[in-house]
């Protein structure tokens, strides 16, 4: 995640550090903490946060866990884990429904902190879950927010409550109750009321949230907040919990560049959860937030179990298997290869699918280089193909190629270097289909291919011998080469292979061998 690119090459950088050493002195913890102090400051997490975690973490480092542990180093990083856990929230936490429609849930949060934005992205994210939300645009102060929010709807699918036209005038307090009512008529069972927000904390924008508090008492009151505002970020909750009171925070822009420590500090702070996260500008772009999935990411651990999640909300279950059975009978077409990348655009952004992976912060500049269009450019060139070329790309001769690069916008080198990925990834998963081994290119087989050393070893023997253009001498040369004792290959107890005819030991060398053993 971008938001923590640099706290977690830092902490990264600390630990292999780290791991260099076989015993850890307090001298070491010491210096680790240190460095874990300096990147957490840098990462704009506040000063009170630094100074609980910190000290949790030397106490803990410092004692028997750590000590008494078979590698020290990881006792250490797991430690870091377990606290940076606790500060995220511990567990993670889910919304609250009532137990009488509609469940009415109300933002809040600064002007420009994203809160219309999700509020489209969490009406499309309950209507996948079966429920039917509905949006009320109460923020009449902002300019062309109501249009923005029956644009957001619009896009989300979500039905939209907006009886007033915004940019100063109507009462934000009756359209929130009137939506509630709304509600209740229609049968809409989820209520998103997006209220107003100032470009700073003020009397005034704490006075309106909490009427609309008052008036329609929600079931889940949640903050957002933007996690690239840094520092401020707990100045600005506070002020929020004390004027309004909040239930939940959402995490908005973590797509960014910026420090990120708003998201350590803000959970921590408050006392209250991290409910939702927002990685992107997409309505699809909303994560449930857990905190030890996040630590995890934040410590270059990978985050498999939301990459597996996202990978069952996108891949059709009938369709793999049907994939599977083609790769099993050699029917795997660029037509299914095609369907399979469809499916993969389901998912999102590679890169960020990559960026979930265990210890990919080490390759980040190979996924910085990594573009997602690449996709697109493929889904182009099997596209410009007849459904026949699909199935059978073994009559793409040179002017079927030329056509085909002229009508995606691409060259035949391009096309070239696609089939010949395609043929070597059909040739793997057909292997592997079968219970084989797959040979990687450049690497020959990984298991080991019965018969491919001595074929390797043949030819090289085959080589081997004198190069002479004159017959006499080359015969001559090739006698001696003949002559000459072949040098010994060795066994598992290190006898050389002339240690008799067939390189068996001899009585002196069992005894030798039964003596390391500790028989008689």
Aim: hydrophobic letters at 40%; glycine letters at 10%; charged letters at 25%.
């Amino acid at each position: 995640m971008a938001t923590f690119g640099t706290l977690s090459d830092r902490l990264t950088e600390t630990f292999r550090n780290l791991r260099t050493k076989g015993k850890l002195t307090p001298a070491d913890v010491d210096g680790t903490v240190r460095e874990i102090r300096r990147a957490l400051l840098d990462a704009d997490v506040a000063l009170v946060v630094v100074k609980d975690f910190t000290a949790k973490v030397r106490e803990r480092a410092l004692g028997d866990e750590v000590n008494k542990a078979l590698n020290p180093a990881q006792q250490v990083v797991q430690i870091v884990n377990e606290e940076l856990v606790a500060i995220l929230g511990g567990q993670q936490r889910r919304l609250q429904f009532a137990k009488t429609a509609p469940t009415v849930i109300m933002l809040a949060g600064l002007q420009g902190s994203g809160k219309t934005t999700f509020a489209g992205k969490l009406a499309k994210q309950l209507e996948k879950d079966g429920h039917t939300p509905l949006l009320v645009a109460a923020d009449l102060q902002r300019p062309n927010a109501v249009n923005q929010l029956q644009v957001v709807a619009q896009q989300a699918g979500a039905a939209i409550y907006a009886p007033e036209p915004g940019n100063g005038t109507g009462d934000p307090v009756r359209v929130a109750r009137d939506g509630v009512e709304t509600a209740r008529r229609q049968q809409h069972d989820v209520v998103i009321i997006d209220t107003a927000g100032r470009l700073g904390v003020d009397a005034e924008l704490m006075k309106q949230a909490a009427n609309i508090r008052k008036a329609v008492d929600p079931d889940e009151v949640l903050f957002v907040i933007d996690a690239m505002i840094g520092q401020d970020a707990v100045n600005t909750a506070k002020a929020f919990q004390e004027g309004v009171d909040f239930t939940g925070v959402v995490l908005s822009k973590l797509d960014g560049d910026a420090r990120g420590g708003a998201a350590l500090s803000v959970a921590s702070v408050t006392g209250r959860p991290i409910i939702f996260a927002s990685t992107g500008e997409g309505l699809d772009d909303l994560e449930a937030f857990h905190p030890d999935r996040m630590a995890s990411r934040i410590l270059d651990l990978g985050d498999i179990l939301t990459l597996i999640e996202q990978a069952q909300q996108s891949f059709d279950e009938e369709e793999a298997r049907k994939v599977a059975e083609k790769l099993a009978t050699e029917q795997f077409t660029l037509e299914d290869f095609l369907d399979q990348l469809q499916q993969m655009k389901k998912m999102g952004s590679m890169k960020k699918m990559l960026g979930m992976l265990p210890g990919m912060g080490q390759m980040k500049q190979q996924l910085d280089q990594f573009d997602d269009r690449e996709i697109d450019r493929t889904e182009a060139i099997i596209r410009s193909m007849t459904p026949g070329e699909r199935r059978n790309p073994k009559i793409l001769n040179g002017s079927r190629r030329l056509r085909i690069a002229r009508g995606s916008g691409m060259t035949v080198t391009d096309v070239n270097q696609l089939v010949q990925r395609f043929e070597q990834a059909a040739k793997m998963m057909k292997t592997v289909a079968r219970g084989g081994v797959p040979s990687i290119p450049g690497m020959g087989s990984l298991g080991g291919k019965p018969g491919a050393s001595a074929k390797r070893g043949g030819k090289q023997k085959k080589a081997a011998g004198s190069r002479s253009g004159n017959p006499a001498k080359r015969a001559a040369e090739n006698a001696g080469i003949a002559a000459t004792p072949a040098a010994p290959t060795g066994s598992g107890f290190g006898l050389g292979a002339g240690a008799g005819a067939a390189a068996q030991p001899s009585e002196a060398d069992l005894a030798e061998i039964q003596k390391l053993f500790g028989k008689s």
